[in-house]
């Protein structure tokens, strides 16, 4: 692999300085594995997936070790815009193509169950994350208007959902008075929450379970077997069953997943508050993504901040401006925004496949890898986690249903993938700007 992700953009052991660690109530660290200990699974990786996995495994009595090189909920987890998203990331129409209605229909019932997974995690574990309804899809052209109009419908007809509300320009400029957009729909069964607090709280909820979470503890090789075997530098883990959450981070530890699961980095900043002036960004305490290939997705934070995301950058090297890398979409969405300040400016790893669905595999019998959420995680994520949790306890039909879905490896492989990426997104950016 060359550079390790894990550590190329960050600090060993420490959060990005972004407005979410700043503003989340800290956990104090869990101790590194310093010897050689036995559980029912390991779960390696401890963003939402694994903390998903580990956290439903304990509650149904399994003995679970979770590994993380880095901190508990320090990747995407706790980096992200924080929306959680309807449906899957692959839109239901593609999907009907795709795999047929039978199984299109199953994969939107897990989406809506994956919705109502974190809705009730939260409920259920107290966690104080700002969780609030209404996502906004903001369209640049009528005919995309008219595009996400049709879907909604077809949403509502096909599938029973009618949580969205098609918006016309002015219905749309009423919520977001953003010169750029044109119309879209507002989605009032989707939410937005602050992500890393999130994360922490499903660590606190595992850790009561009796989830023995061990951070600082990269995975440095991975013995497949009937028992499998992971070794960190302080010590072993043995056990009947591994649950892989890498994600973006999983560097060369399998390399079938590596070839199908491709890491790129996105970037966010956060305004100084707005005060009073949210109005001029957003009316209503939704959040916003936008139909650009290169997407642009915002919210208002609960200090009144404006929370932007966008911007490309290809390669794993973060930029070194990420303020500039984010300022330019922000200021082609509200220009008016051109003498605000960023207090914070943070990058971070998600990772996508060629279809844009998550990868879930049964890589061996006795381990199981899911990943490639494709900026669709919040929910995507956390469900990965509780599929994967029932799969190892013998109900398989929602991680089956997941499975089947047609994953193509990236072309030519590992090696090859990051510079084919950087020309595919450059070519998709360069659509986007002469609006083909």
Same mark, same amino acid.
């Given at each position: 692999?060359?550079?390790?992700?894990?550590?190329?953009?960050?600090?060993?052991?420490?959060? !990005?300085?972004?407005?979410?660690?700043? /503003?989340?109530? !800290?956990?104090?660290?869990?101790?590194?594995?310093?010897?050689?200990?036995? #559980?029912?699974?390991?779960?390696?990786? #401890?963003?939402? =997936?694994?903390?998903?996995?580990?956290?439903?495994?304990?509650?149904?009595?399994?003995?679970?070790?979770?590994?993380?090189?880095?901190?508990?909920?320090?990747? #995407?987890?706790?980096?992200?815009?924080?929306?959680?998203?309807?449906?899957?990331?692959?839109?239901?129409?593609?999907?009907?193509?795709?795999? *047929?209605?039978?199984?299109?229909?199953?994969?939107?019932? @897990?989406?809506?169950?994956?919705? =109502?997974?974190?809705?009730?995690?939260?409920?259920?574990?107290?966690?104080?994350?700002?969780?609030?309804?209404?996502?906004?899809?903001?369209?640049?052209?009528?005919?995309?208007?008219?595009?996400? &109009?049709?879907?909604?419908?077809?949403?509502? +007809?096909?599938?029973?959902?009618?949580?969205? /509300? !098609?918006?016309?320009?002015?219905?749309?400029?009423?919520?977001?008075?953003?010169?750029?957009?044109?119309?879209?729909?507002?989605?009032?069964?989707? #939410? &937005?929450?602050?992500?890393?607090?999130?994360?922490?709280?499903?660590?606190?909820?595992?850790?009561?379970?009796?989830?023995?979470?061990?951070?600082?503890?990269?995975?440095?090789?991975?013995?497949?077997?009937?028992?499998?075997?992971?070794?960190?530098?302080?010590?072993?883990?043995?056990?009947?069953?591994?649950? @892989?959450?890498?994600?973006?981070?999983?560097?060369?530890?399998?390399?079938?997943?590596?070839?199908?699961?491709?890491?790129?980095?996105?970037?966010?900043?956060? /305004?100084?508050?707005?005060?009073?002036?949210?109005?001029?960004?957003?009316?209503?305490?939704?959040?916003?993504?936008? /139909?650009?290939?290169?997407?642009?997705?915002?919210?208002?934070?609960?200090?009144?901040?404006?929370?932007?995301?966008? *911007?490309?950058?290809?390669?794993?090297?973060?930029?070194?401006?990420?303020?500039?890398?984010?300022?330019?979409?922000?200021?082609?969405?509200?220009?008016?925004?051109?003498?605000?300040?960023?207090?914070?400016?943070?990058?971070?790893?998600?990772?996508?496949?060629?279809?844009?669905?998550?990868? @879930?595999?049964?890589?061996?019998?006795?381990?199981?890898?899911?990943?490639?959420?494709?900026?669709?995680?919040?929910?995507?994520?956390?469900?990965?986690?509780?599929?994967?949790?029932?799969?190892?306890?013998?109900?398989?039909?929602?991680?089956?249903?997941?499975?089947?879905?047609?994953?193509? *490896?990236?072309? *030519?492989?590992?090696?090859?993938?990051? !510079? @084919?990426?950087?020309?595919?997104? +450059?070519?998709?950016?360069?659509?986007?700007?002469?609006?083909?």
């Amino acid at each position: 692999m060359g550079m390790n992700l894990l550590y190329s953009n960050d600090r060993k052991g420490e959060y !990005p300085a972004s407005w979410y660690a700043a /503003t989340a109530q !800290p956990l104090d660290r869990f101790p590194a594995l310093t010897e050689d200990v036995k #559980a029912d699974v390991c779960v390696v990786g #401890a963003g939402y =997936t694994g903390l998903s996995a580990a956290l439903h495994l304990a509650k149904a009595g399994l003995n679970v070790v979770l590994l993380e090189a880095q901190r508990v909920g320090f990747g #995407a987890s706790g980096r992200n815009g924080g929306q959680l998203g309807t449906g899957q990331r692959m839109e239901q129409d593609g999907l009907e193509k795709l795999v *047929g209605q039978e199984d299109a229909r199953k994969l939107w019932d @897990l989406s809506e169950d994956a919705k =109502t997974l974190v809705k009730s995690l939260i409920a259920k574990h107290g966690i104080d994350c700002h969780l609030k309804s209404g996502v906004a899809h903001a369209c640049f052209s009528k005919r995309e208007m008219a595009e996400e &109009h049709a879907y909604a419908e077809h949403l509502q +007809t096909r599938y029973g959902y009618d949580e969205i /509300t !098609p918006l016309d320009l002015d219905g749309l400029q009423a919520i977001c008075p953003s010169p750029a957009y044109k119309g879209g729909s507002l989605d009032m069964g989707a #939410a &937005h929450l602050h992500p890393l607090a999130y994360a922490l709280g499903l660590a606190r909820a595992a850790k009561s379970a009796g989830v023995r979470i061990h951070e600082g503890s990269e995975v440095l090789e991975l013995q497949e077997g009937s028992t499998a075997r992971l070794r960190c530098a302080g010590g072993t883990v043995t056990a009947d069953h591994v649950v @892989l959450a890498c994600n973006g981070y999983l560097g060369g530890l399998n390399r079938q997943v590596a070839a199908r699961v491709m890491p790129i980095n996105n970037f966010i900043a956060a /305004t100084e508050p707005l005060g009073e002036d949210t109005a001029r960004v957003l009316a209503r305490d939704i959040a916003v993504a936008d /139909t650009k290939f290169v997407i642009n997705y915002f919210r208002l934070s609960h200090d009144k901040r404006l929370l932007f995301g966008g *911007g490309e950058s290809y390669g794993y090297r973060f930029p070194s401006d990420i303020e500039a890398t984010v300022r330019k979409p922000m200021l082609e969405i509200f220009p008016h925004l051109r003498q605000v300040k960023f207090d914070y400016a943070w990058g971070g790893t998600l990772a996508i496949t060629m279809k844009r669905m998550p990868y @879930l595999t049964r890589l061996t019998p006795n381990i199981l890898s899911a990943s490639g959420y494709s900026g669709h995680g919040v929910g995507t994520a956390t469900h990965a986690g509780q599929l994967m949790a029932q799969a190892i306890q013998g109900q398989a039909e929602g991680f089956d249903t997941l499975s089947r879905v047609p994953a193509p *490896g990236f072309p *030519g492989g590992p090696a090859m993938r990051a !510079p @084919l990426l950087a020309l595919a997104m +450059t070519w998709f950016a360069l659509r986007d700007r002469l609006g083909i």
